[in-house]
């Protein structure tokens, strides 16, 4: 694997998003090796999982050039079923999964984050589920997250705003667990955790995940349907070359 990083110590498995020089935006290439690398601690004997991003942000969220490819019909699907796979396998990981965000963490960047069961940000971490800016609507169940942490009215409100948050406004609405002032108080929540019935805090989440993991399937699903219409709209495609030419977009509601 060339984008992602994976390695173990102990009971600890530590995923690390490669591809600094873009902000570890998702291409395809790290979304299948996200996929196998996540396969892979599902059948390891790790307990805990850190997601972190190499660089200068967790995640920026997707990679523009993949973003354009996907309009080609016959290469959509097989992006947006790699993405389901993706979320859905770190939803129903065995593991305590948590997500340390430093930097952006924007658009499906957020949405994976979101699928951990802790979100521990740092400082300087910018968070933003900003799709709207190329009118476009979450994915990578960024409806479903977004909701379960912060209520369905004000999901819809932060997704049609796309504001960025820092740490501290993300926590106060419940999107962030833990704001970091260092790596020393992230060591120290791991070491809390690794303190703890592990096994027992695994169960708890397993008995969730089969309650909810269909209703998650069903709203990527939906997601991939209706990004598939947003990407036909004048809207999308004026939001597009807007981002291109680093000017705010004219959207018209078409």
Known sequence: METVVLSFSGNVAV???????SLNAMNEQMLNELLEALREIEQSDALIVLIRGKGRGFSAGGDIKTMLS?????????????????????YNLPKIVVSIVHGPAAGLGLSFAL???YVIATKEARLAMNFIGIGLI???GGHFH????VGEVKAKHIIWEGKPM??????????????????KQIEQKIAEWQ???LQAMIATKTLYAKLTKDELLKVLQLETEAQQKMRQTEDHREG???FLEKRKPKFQGK
């Open 195 to 197: 303190a703890k019935p």
């Open 70 to 90: 996907v309009d080609d019909p016959e290469k959509f699907p097989e992006i947006m079923n790699t993405i389901q796979e993706v979320i859905m396998t770190l």
């Open 138 to 140: 979450p994915d990578g």
């Open 146 to 149: 977004l909701a379960k942490r």
């Open 15 to 21: 995923l690390e998003l490669n591809r600094p020089d």
């Open 166 to 183: 820092n740490a501290e406004e993300a926590y106060q609405l419940g999107i962030v667990d833990f704001v970091a002032e260092d790596e």
């Open 240 to 242: 597009v070359r807007a």
């Open 115 to 117: 699928a951990s069961d």
